[in-house]
């Protein structure tokens, strides 16, 4: 991949992070919750809570039951890891599309740095290690030839909010 990049862009660089959709919602969840600030009222278009709990719609088809629409209302708010990565996914019924959902995926990788730096995770190696862990396979990093640590150690100063 970097290879492609640097041939499409001339933009080199010597070590790369890559999660899925599923790895940010473990994240989160290792995380507790994230502060997310939601800036028009959005429906989802992926969840429905069943008696109350939150569904992926194609789950809560299968049970035959009531499916009440998820609803993301504007204003800010701690969100738990399924409720975060559902509204970082939103395009649909956004004023903008899919400009305001790369704008809410933006805040969402802020909100678990922000996260991650209160919780001083990024500057104890024993927390980071646990944290890598909840991403499971979803989560690839690749430090190019620096240790974790000195990479750490490097990032240490680096706002969240930036």
């Not at 008696?51 to 009531?66: E, R, S």
């Not at 646990?130 to 150690?153: E, M, N, R």
Request: with cysteine; aromatic share 6%.
């Amino acid at each position: 991949m970097a290879q492609t990049i640097k041939k499409m862009t001339g933009v080199s660089f010597d070590g790369a992070a890559i999660i899925n959709f599923g790895g940010f919602k473990s994240v989160i969840d290792a995380l507790g919750t994230v502060r997310i600030c939601v800036s028009q009222e959005v429906k989802s278009a992926h969840m429905s809570y069943v008696d109350d709990k939150p569904m992926w719609n194609a789950d809560a088809k299968k049970t035959g039951k009531a499916r009440t629409p998820v609803v993301h209302k504007k204003g800010c708010r701690e969100m738990e890891g399924w409720a975060a990565l559902d509204y970082s996914r939103q395009r649909y019924g956004l004023k903008n599309g899919d400009y305001d959902r790369q704008q809410n995926q933006q805040q969402l990788i802020k909100a678990m740095a922000r996260k991650a730096t209160e919780k001083g995770i990024l500057s104890n190696p024993v927390k980071l290690q646990q944290l890598t862990k909840a991403a499971g396979k979803a989560f690839i990093l690749d430090t190019g030839k620096a240790s974790l640590p000195d990479l750490v150690f490097t990032m240490r100063g680096s706002p969240a909010t930036s």
